[in-house]
């Protein structure tokens, strides 16, 4: 059975990865966005590790050497997770390309919409007009008799002198 | 059955229309008459109290069902609803002009709504009454904004379908908590044996009403049926007057029995009607537009109905169904009558409307007869009705309630008098007419005699007004016996009210108060005779003093007016949503991501305070060589977040990163610690790669303040994790699902390296998902670079222009050295064998002798390795994403060598092409393992003994580590290819620069001399970090080659 005590050096240094990812992450900068969640993933990854236990020898079979082996669940999953921040890593840094491509910064900058609609609604106005909708809610507004008015079925006229 | 029918009319009705025009709905309306035909052939059988049931289950495991009952309520709704339905399609049939727009359209719909309708009258299951109904008000949507070029139709459909939806959910609210409360969704059941009355049940209560009063058009949601009238006049005569707002009758009606004693309904039913009844009858007074006066009509008679329906006693319940009946025919009749004058004059307006009666005799007779019925004439179905229901009335018990109940039927009752007569003065007396734009009580003319039927229309010098009257044309005669069908039924029922009360009143015997009323043409000289009396008298005069009337009206303030406050409801909501939106979405990276990590923080660290105890046992460390490796990582990391320079930033960490892999080595985890290294190798060359094209330092944020929100959150999250990872490994209760992991990895994958046994073959379908991550990532990164095509053309030295060098345009610091060396040399150079291929497409002061020399040597051995560590490492360390990883280094090492040219040379391929093969040799191949019987993914172990190598042990899992292998490859190489290659092209062509972009190039050169002499201090680095496990990797730290070395000229 492996020793489940987890090691202090190890949740200390989980701490630091995972504070620095933090706080570069609520970053501006997508590089350093970036940055950010590499230091986070590592940070999870050695986290992923020390909860599969203590260190012991390496999981492979036939290698009897002293001691317990250490646990290769954890080992493998955390092996896809390296694999996938590189992915990560190589698709964030081609958007930051992208990002100095179009505005020559890399800058994650607030969504324009979402801010035009905040100012908006700070002032109580529609963000589009809708004929429809946009009640006359004065005394202006046409009356349901004028309305009724202007609105005719495409119906057949008839004929003169036809039935009745 | 029949509403299958129904649905197979509504959708071949477009084609049929398509191709008969509009004769199609002669035929489409033998749709509906099959339904009341139907109901008619079981009219016996009903009333004898056998009802047809018909069950299907739909979906059993949620206990829904459809179930169709056939009583006597049913029976009557089904009758009006496929009656008029019929007689309305067959009046469509010459009502539209043969070219009117959409005609299939409205074909279509209007038969899916009579499918609805009857569906929703027959449903017995309280959640297909449901369905039914949203569907009813779903089509009557459609069929309100039938006209959708007009702004009016649409405000009118989208009023309607909002405020008949809103009831709609209360009724979904009602029903779901009356069928949990009464155990059953039958709704026979449930009004056989209503749940005790309490809170729950006085909620469902209201919540029915509520559905019911929107849909009916009750006050105070009056005000969508008016405005409903934007749709065409045969959607108002059977939707608006006889179909589907009479749903909301029939489900009081429906429930009555069962409710009918709870306060909250009494009063409900007994305000809502009465005020409906009146608020219509005065407002359709005043209306100019015939439409709309049948409008205001029918609010006014749908609060009478409601009324009487709701009110519980048996009397009075069957005068409501008997009213239901009639007011359905003389109401569709009326609609009808004005859309023939509409059709004959184009005009709807009763002031410029004069002298039709004279024009259209057999039209006016229809409407005359279907008023008389209206306002409650004798000998008509109207007048039984309202005499039963007045004689319910007085017979009411209970005090106070009854009598004044009567005085508002009876007020009400006279101004159906007053305006029915009205409408039918407007539309075909001879009168003055009223020029367009005149106020419109100033237009009252003195009143004309009344007249109530045709013949007698009198016609009193209204001639020489003629010329501003509407023109009259005469309509076809389909348009006519419908209207004229219904309003003589009108006067047949009547002279039949024993049959009548015979086949309506086994509803009414249902109902558990109240003596049994009648429906009787002559009962003698009752009260209530008087009353009627005296309401025609009062509604008379009315008529007759109109003109005084609508004056008064007009002065009068008409209060609060319930359009008016929906529409400001609406746009009160608009703007609340908008709010909402605005604090919700703050469209800000930082604050999403912030609240994201506050919930984590504050759910993660209140579990872990509260439900745990902190005091677990801790060991220093593993093993004192961890020691060294943390404070690098962890000072490299705080150093990172420190950074100024991107570049420091990124070299900072790859250094954590190696650290990283030290403490993996230690922890007992080589394929980690491999894999880690090569990882952060390749991100730092990619890192480099992109960081070139960006500016060198962070930009400056004046935002001081928010740092120190960050630097909390940051120490906050830091906290929490590390409080995570002290309790979560004593948290574990269970012996590890890895135990057994070593002997199955030996057993059935073959492989004594368990962790690579696991990604293999255990756990193979989470790797199969992993790496088609990485393929849509590679692909991200390509298309987000190549913008338009998968990929790039592939670079061959061959094709190298000769006159630009890659890496070139920064100002040469050698060019004084080169200039010695003539162009003679120059050609003798070209003999020599060069040590990369691609090495003269470079720039002359990017070229390293040294390296090139290193890469030439080293690029095939790293290759070999990396086939190695493919093919052992299923017993040893390795394993495909590592191999993938160690050829994906040599590929970087190549072009940063030699350039992009030489990246085409050293893998000429495109790597969507190893992405896919990779891809299906790990998934694809797993599949395999079916055709051999076995479950996906299975792999076999063949055992074999080969000549020279000896005793040869193939896994078939080694298939998919090859995909993997070459999936990582391609990975690599399609970074490479799109943030190398591609950005260098780019740059050199000058396709990425703006006006103040023009030292990029230079910028270019000198990032990828950092990037060469970074990746080989990694290298050094990795040498430290997996020891051992590189042996191969590791040497070339012992050649660190000097940047920018200039090329000396021979």
Known sequence: MIDMRPSLVLVLVIAVLVGTGVYLLLERSLTRVLVGAVLLSNGVNLLLLVAGGAAGRPPLTGDEGPGPSSDPLPQALTLTAIVITLGLTAFLLAMAYRSWQLHRHDEVQDDVEDRRIARLAARDERAFTDADTEADTGRGRSSLDEEAAELHDDTDEGTRGGAR | ?1050
């Open chain 2, 1 to 1050: 059955m029949l509403l299958a029918l129904h649905l197979a009319a509504a959708l071949v009705a477009p084609a049929l229309v398509g191709r008969l025009g509009r004769r199609a709905f002669l035929v489409l309306a033998l749709v509906p008459a099959s339904a009341a035909v139907w109901a008619l052939t079981w009219s016996e059988r009903v009333q004898g109290g056998e009802l047809p049931l018909e069950q299907v289950r739909y979906v059993p495991a949620l206990g829904l069902e459809l179930t169709f009952r056939l009583d006597t309520l049913a029976w009557l709704m089904t009758v009006v609803v496929g009656g008029v339905g019929a007689l309305v399609l067959a009046y469509c049939s010459a009502y539209f002009k043969s070219s009117a727009a959409g005609l299939g359209r409205f074909a279509g719909v209007f038969l899916a709504f009579a499918g609805s309708m009857l569906g929703l009258v027959l449903a017995d299951d309280m959640i297909l009454l449901f369905v039914m109904w949203e569907l009813t008000t779903v089509t009557s949507y459609l069929l309100i904004g039938h006209n959708a070029d007009k702004k009016a139709s649409r405000r009118a459909a989208m009023q309607a379908i909002v405020i008949t939806t809103a009831g709609g959910l209360a009724l979904l609210v009602g029903v779901v908590l009356l069928g949990e409360a009464a155990g059953t969704y039958r709704m026979s059941a449930v009004i056989a044996d209503p749940p005790p009355p309490g809170a729950l049940t006085t909620a469902a209560i209201a919540c029915l009403l509520f559905g019911a009063v929107t849909k009916s058009a009750l006050v105070p949601f009056h005000f969508w049926l008016p405005a409903a009238m934007a749709a065409p006049t045969p959607v108002s005569a059977y939707l608006h007057a006889a179909a589907m707002v009479k749903a909301g009758v029939y489900l009081v009606a429906r429930f009555a029995p069962a409710f009918a004693a709870d306060p909250v309904w009494r009063w409900s039913v007994a305000v809502l009607g009465s005020a409906t009844l009146l608020v219509g009858g005065y407002r359709a007074m005043r209306q100019h537009d015939l439409k709309l006066v049948l409008a205001f009509g029918t609010v006014s008679q749908l609060g009478l109905l409601v009324l009487l329906v709701g009110l519980g006693t048996r009397a009075a319940a069957l005068a409501g169904v008997a009213l239901l009946g009639a007011h359905a025919m003389f109401k569709a009749s009326l609609f009808l009558v004005t859309g023939i004058v509409d059709a004959a004059t184009g005009t709807r307006d009763l002031r410029r409307l004069s002298g039709v009666g004279r024009a259209l005799p057999w039209t006016a007779t229809a409407g005359a007869l279907a008023t008389a019925s209206m306002i409650g004439l004798p000998p008509f179905a109207g007048f039984v009705a309202k005499e039963a229901g007045l004689e319910a009335l007085l017979h009411l018990e209970g005090g106070w309630e009854g009598p004044l109940l009567v005085v508002a039927v009876a007020v009400g009752s006279a101004f159906t008098v007053a305006y029915g007569l009205r409408f039918w003065w407007g539309a075909f007396a001879s009168k003055p007419v009223v020029p367009e734009g005149t106020p419109a009580h100033a237009a009252t003319a003195p009143a004309s005699p009344l007249a109530r039927t045709p013949d007698a229309a009198p016609v009193p010098d209204a001639s020489h007004h003629r010329h501003a009257a509407a023109e009259v044309t005469r309509p076809s005669l389909t348009l006519l016996w419908p209207a004229l069908v219904l309003a003589v039924l009108g006067l047949a029922t009547a002279l039949l009210p024993a049959l009548g009360e015979h086949l309506l009143s086994p509803y009414a015997d249902t109902l558990p108060t109240g003596e049994a009323g009648h429906l009787v043409l002559w009962a003698g000289l009752t009260p209530a005779l008087g009353i009627t009396a005296a309401v025609l008298t009062v509604g008379v005069l009315l008529f007759v003093a109109r003109g005084p009337f609508e004056a008064f009206g007009a002065r009068v303030s008409r209060g609060p007016d319930a359009d008016l406050v929906y529409r400001r409801t609406m746009r009160r909501l608009d703007d609340l949503a908008a709010d909402v939106t605005a604090i919700t979405q703050r469209g800000s990276l930082p604050v999403y991501l912030g609240v994201v990590l506050v919930v984590f923080v504050a759910g993660t660290g209140v579990a872990l305070l509260t439900g745990t105890s902190l005091d677990v046992a801790t060991r220093p460390w593993d093993h004192p060589a961890q020691l060294p490796f943390a404070v690098a990582a962890g000072l490299s990391a705080l150093l990172v977040a420190r950074a100024r320079r991107r570049l420091k930033a990124v070299v900072l960490l790859g250094v954590c990163g190696y650290a990283i892999a030290g403490l993996f080595v230690v922890q007992g985890a080589p394929d980690l610690a491999l894999t880690q290294v090569l990882v952060e190798t390749v991100t730092l060359v990619v890192f480099v790669l992109v960081l070139r094209r960006l500016p060198a330092y962070f930009s400056d944020r004046p935002l001081a303040a928010s740092r120190w929100v960050r630097v909390a959150l940051g120490v906050a999250a830091g906290v929490t994790v590390a409080g995570v990872a002290l309790v979560a490994p004593s948290a574990r209760v269970h012996a590890p699902v890895s135990e057994n992991f070593a002997e199955e990895a030996y057993e059935f994958g073959g492989g004594r390296n368990v962790v690579n046994v696991t990604l293999v073959d255990i756990r193979a379908w989470d790797t199969v998902g992993e790496i088609a991550v990485l393929l849509v990532a590679a692909t991200g990164v390509a298309s987000l670079v190549f913008l338009q095509r998968r990929s790039g053309q592939i670079f061959r030295a061959d094709e190298a222009p000769a006159d630009r060098a890659v890496w070139g345009g920064s100002p040469d610091p050698t060019a004084a050295l080169r200039r010695a060396g003539p162009r003679a040399a120059a050609a003798g150079l070209e003999r020599r064998t060069e040590w990369l291929r691609s090495a003269r497409t470079l720039a002359p002061q990017r070229r390293s002798v040294i390296f090139e020399v290193v890469v030439r040597l080293l690029f095939h051995t790293m290759v070999v390795f990396g086939l190695f560590l493919l093919f052992s490492g299923h017993n040893q360390p390795g394993g495909g994403f590592a191999a993938g990883l160690v050829v994906g280094t040599a590929l970087v090492v190549r072009y940063l060598a030699g350039g992009r040219y030489e990246l085409g040379e050293a893998a000429p391929v495109q790597p969507g092409v190893l992405l896919g093969l990779g891809l299906f040799l790990s998934a694809g191949v797993g599949l395999a393992a079916l055709l051999a019987g076995g479950t996906v993914l299975q792999s076999w172990i063949l055992e074999t003994d080969v000549p020279l190598l000896g005793h040869v042990k193939v896994v078939t899992s080694l298939v998919f580590d090859i995909g993997v292998f070459l999936l990582v490859v391609g990975v690599v190489l399609d970074v490479l290819r799109s943030l190398g290659a591609e950005l260098d092209r780019r740059a050199e062509a000058g396709e990425d620069e703006v006006a103040d972009g023009s030292h990029a190039i230079g910028a270019v050169g000198s990032f990828v001399g950092a990037a060469g002499s970074e990746l080989r201090g990694s290298f050094a680095d990795a040498s430290d970090g997996a020891g051992a496990a590189v042996p191969t990797a590791a040497t070339p730290a012992a050649t660190p080659a000097p940047r920018d070395r200039p090329e000396v000229g021979p």
